[in-house]
């Protein structure tokens, strides 16, 4: 038998799935949420048999890569153990989970144990104050103690992302290259998307671009251009001083990489979406519950889905909502 593949309209070839777990979160970073979040009630959001269903269907069609999110994915109830269901699925070659590392002290090595390959854990200050005052709710301590924990229960090329925001964090970009090469620890540096309507701040005046983050970076550091790609939005660089970490550089407001795009969404609604910057979408939660027993529709749903994906977005810096979801909806 051949074996299966998603190619969407542009003959890209989709083995990248995101699957967001919770749109709940113990943070409230203000570049993400509203203070006064309402979130979804629990008839609406998949269950986690559900969530394993859809996975094993993306992976018979030659899925490759799943990663959870969401939300924060460490505090759905039972998590650890659909990792380990999801990670046993054949032909997936890799389960990696982004996470607020909230979490990881008590929870890194049940997740190694249950076979997640790697972690992303955000960061966007060392200093315990701003760190509460940009997650809202955060402790630092708990999260560089989980960042430990996951270098101690045996992962390895862990990734910190960080956000930055103009005259937030944009001081602390070096102190955050300093601890992660202290730590063996790639980076990413996330330019702030328009995802969600957010009173908290102006977008365009934080507005922080990986162009200045790099003039910030080689105050300090020497930046070697690296031609390692992921087929996503970051773009890598290397550091004389330190070449063993990685720091990445992802820049939603250009679109240059949406040619290889190879991912695809899912919202913990089984929404399916074709496009981090786009409202292109597809309700496989309607398909799961209106045909239980029968994969086959959801196997047709997803592949006729692909034909939705748009070639691109468009990104602008500007303080209109471009995209409605906010990212914890998203699954970022
Ligand atoms: N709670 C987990 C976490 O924070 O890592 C996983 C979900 S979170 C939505 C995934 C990533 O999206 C985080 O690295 C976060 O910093 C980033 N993010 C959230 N809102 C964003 C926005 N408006 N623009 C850019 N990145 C955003
Ligand atoms: Fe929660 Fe992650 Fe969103 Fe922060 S970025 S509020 S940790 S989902």
Known sequence: MSERVLIDGFSRRVDYLRMSVTDRCDFRCVYCMAEDMQFLPRQRI???EEILQLAERFVALGTRKIRLTGGEPLIRPGVV??????????????????????????LAAPLFEAGVKRLNISLDSLNPQRF??????????????????????????????????????????NDLVSFAIDR???????????????????????????????????????LIESAESTQGPSR???????????????????????????????????RL?????????????????????????L????????????????FEVNDDVQVVRFMNMTGG
Not at 210 to 218: D, F, G, P
Not at 277 to 287: C, M, P, Q, R, T
Request: glycine share 8%; proline share 4%.
């Open 46 to 48: 998949l269950s986690l």
């Open 81 to 106: 153990q659909l990792c380990q269901q999801i990670a046993a699925l054949p032909g997936l070659r890799e389960l990696c989970m982004t996470t607020n590392g909230s979490q990881l002290g008590k």
């Open 132 to 173: 509460r005052e940009m997650t809202r709710t955060g402790d630092l301590a708990q999260v560089i103690n989980g960042i430990d924990a996951a270098n101690n229960a045996g992962f390895s090329h862990t990734k910190l992302n960080c956000v930055v925001m103009k005259g937030r964090n944009d001081h602390e970009i």
């Open 184 to 222: 063996q620890l790639d980076l990413s540096f996330i330019e702030e998307m328009p995802l969600g309507s957010i009173r908290e701040h102006s977008r365009a005046e934080s507005h922080y671009s990986s162009a200045q983050v790099r003039e910030r970076i080689a105050e300090r550091y020497t």
């Open 236 to 270: 890598y660089w290397r550091l004389a001083q330190a070449p063993n970490i990685r720091l990445g550089f992802i820049s939603p407001h250009s679109h240059n990489f949406c040619g290889t795009c190879n991912r695809v969404r899912l919202t913990v609604e089984g």
């Open 273 to 297: 979406l074709l496009c981090l910057g786009n409202e292109h979408s597809v309700d496989l939660k309607a398909v799961l519950r209106g045909h239980p027993g029968h994969p086959e529709r």
């Open 299 to 314: 196997d047709s749903a997803i592949i006729e889905a692909m034909k939705l994906k748009p070639y691109q977005h468009n």
